[in-house]
């Protein structure tokens, strides 16, 4: 089971509050604004700004 279409459409980045998208492989939500990229670990968006990943 994925991230849910609705819940994406609500999620914003912490940090910025902008846009986020899936990333290709599906495991994790990308802010190009701020370039992290925040990990899904089971099904469950980490949406820590210290938990974020720099791209």
Not at 11 to 23: D, M, T, Y
Request: aromatic residues 2%; charged residues 35%; negative net charge.
């Amino acid at each position: 089971m994925a991230v849910s279409r609705e819940l994406l459409e609500i999620l914003v980045c912490p940090k910025c509050k902008g846009e986020i998208r899936l990333n290709d492989k599906q495991d994790g939500l990308i802010c190009d604004a701020c370039k992290l990229l925040y990990e899904i670990k089971d099904d469950i968006p980490i949406m820590l700004i210290d938990e974020a990943k720099p791209l």
